[in-house]
T-cell receptor, first 112, second 118 residues
């Protein structure tokens, strides 16, 4: 089974700087990884995804990089804004392509 | 437009009590998912419906957990004889079709029901 690991429970950055959120996985076979963002008392909202055939996907301030040899992906947010402060979850979708497997999340705090 | 809604938002139950959690998916969404999020953890898959058919219930932790979606829209997650370890946030998500991620669809999540079992 695929495991998704987010080893940093929290990250604090200054407004305007880059935020880098990391995620490791165990199984080389996958279809998609997704990043979700979650504010307190709200459900997770989809942010960006990357398929196994790519090594980078960009959407505005958000870029996800995939390093298949290292089984590692990262989410870059630049420039970071205070409104980006939230918990970020890395999630895997593969096989049946409907079940999401989430990491534990990383709490990002962007300081003004 | 209206997103996924869940009710109640908060539920306190005494150990041994039965509870029912409701999910109203986005209108027209074929697929519906339930996840359980324990404190400090990411959401964990419980079960999946395509229309009224429950295609996967492999994540349900015990036979005390039961989910239904009789008319292919609203879904109810029922927990019988609640235990303290059932305390968690229960998230419902829906997506347009059954082949969600392959066609770059996303799962849209509701705000969750926070269940506390005393």
């Amino acid at each position: 089974d695929q495991q998704v690991k987010q080893n940093s429970p929290s990250l604090s950055v200054q407004e305007g700087r880059i935020s880098i959120l990391n995620c490791d996985y165990t199984n080389s076979m996958f279809d998609y990884f997704l990043w979700y963002k979650k504010y307190p008392a709200e459900g997770p909202t989809f942010l960006i995804s990357i398929s196994s055939i790519k090594d980078k996907n960009e959407d505005g301030r958000f870029t996800v990089f995939l390093n298949k040899s290292a089984k590692h992906l990262s989410l870059h947010i630049v420039p970071s804004q205070p409104g980006d402060s939230a918990v970020y979850f890395c999630a895997y979708a593969g096989g049946s392509n409907y079940k999401l497997t989430f990491g534990k999340g990383t709490l990002l705090t962007v300081n003004p | 437009g209206a997103g996924v809604s869940q009710s109640p938002r908060y539920k306190v139950a005494k150990r041994g009590q039965d509870v029912a959690l409701r999910c109203d998916p986005i209108s027209g969404h074929v697929s519906l998912f339930w996840y359980q999020q324990a404190l400090g953890q990411g959401p964990e898959f419980l079960t999946y419906f395509q229309n009224e058919a429950q295609l996967d219930k492999s994540g349900l932790p015990s036979d005390r957990f039961f989910a239904e979606r009789p008319e292919g829209s609203v879904s109810t997650l029922k927990i019988q004889r609640t235990q303290q370890e059932d305390s968690a946030v229960y998230l419902c998500a829906s997506s347009l079709s059954g082949t969600s991620v392959k066609y770059q669809e996303t799962q849209y999540f509701g705000p969750g029901t926070r269940l506390l079992v005393l």
